[in-house]
């Protein structure tokens, strides 16, 4: 049920998923403004107690999310992803504003064989899953009534991603070689978009959701599914993460079940594949 307009600041508003937040708290009603990282500084906290002053919601998509960048630079992540965070958090709270914090599978370890529930330890293997795993943390320190959205696999129109490159990259070599060793659930930022907006809707008890789509690919037979979409015929090989040296670990598997939506009544994001044929014409045509 929709309820009455609120005003929102989405922090991170240029990113990929700041983005479609704008987009779909605006269709849901509500007056929105959208701050970038030239616009405000979450590691100043100070300047978080400014910004957020005055708004009844506040979804921060602000992160460091150079995976492997954080592995010689953790401190600079840590200041975002961690600090940044908690200034906001305390932000809120002092304001009274509802906080809406998005976090990664990344803070698992990717060992599971089924999917994690939310109470799941966190261990991450990886300096970016450590920041955001202290960014959780902090977050529900600071502000007990906080939401923290944890997704995984996110691709979308506004920005770099995962199908934009692989529709590239078909229509430039004969063959692909894409990684079939790591599995998780590739999620449209428009769906985690109208999930946060619904949860702040259906004003959930504070603490940790899952937002990813349901069901579970590999990349490579997500990489498959993307160039049927994209008109290509190029085939795509399997190979394995060893192939590939990088500096950070990936998790092996990122599926993250929706138990707690359920519970509190909020429909999970559909299927994985579902979802993807929807919104392909749509990621694909801004790529």
């Known amino acids: 049920m929709q309820g009455a307009a609120q005003q929102w600041l989405v922090v991170g508003a240029a990113g990929m998923l700041g983005q479609d937040v704008l987009t779909a708290a605006a269709d849901a009603g509500h007056q929105v403004t959208g701050v970038r990282r030239s ?4 590691t100043d906290a100070a300047a978080a107690r400014d910004a957020v002053a005055g708004y009844d919601v506040v979804v921060n998509c602000a992160a460091w999310t150079a995976v492997d960048d954080a592995e010689t630079h953790e401190a600079e992540a840590f200041a975002v992803n961690a600090t940044g965070a908690a200034n906001l958090a305390r932000a809120a709270a002092e304001a009274g504003a509802r906080l809406v914090h998005v976090s ?13 529930p939310e109470d799941a330890p966190v261990r991450p293997r990886s300096a970016y899953g450590r920041t955001k795993a202290a960014g959780e943390w902090a977050v529900r320190a600071e502000a007990p ?8 696999w996110l691709y979308g129109a506004g920005g770099r991603c995962f199908p ?7 229509g430039e070599r004969d063959r692909l070689s894409v990684v079939d060793d790591q599995t998780g659930q590739p999620t449209w ?6 999930l946060i907006v619904r949860l702040v ?4 008890p504070g603490g940790i959701y899952h937002g990813t789509s349901s069901g579970q690919v590999t990349w490579c037979g997500f990489a498959r599914e993307v160039v049927a979409a ?22 092996a598997y990122s599926v993250l079940g929706h138990d707690r939506l359920r519970e509190v009544g909020v429909e999970p994001i ?3 594949a579902d979802r993807w044929k929807v919104a392909a014409p749509t990621v694909l045509g801004g790529s």
Do not use: M
């Open 201 to 204: 809707a259906a004003r959930v």
């Open 164 to 170: 934009k490159t692989i529709a590239r990259v078909a």
């Open 230 to 251: 994209s008109g290509h015929a190029t085939p795509v090989d399997t190979t394995t993460s060893a192939a590939y040296q990088l500096p950070a670990p990936r998790p």
């Open 145 to 152: 009534d906080v939401v923290v959205v944890r997704t995984a």
């Open 270 to 272: 559909g299927d994985w």
């Open 104 to 116: 990664t599978d990344y803070v698992f370890d990717g060992g599971a064989t089924e999917p994690y």
């Open 39 to 42: 616009d405000l500084d979450v």
């Open 189 to 194: 930022t428009a769906d985690l978009a109208d």
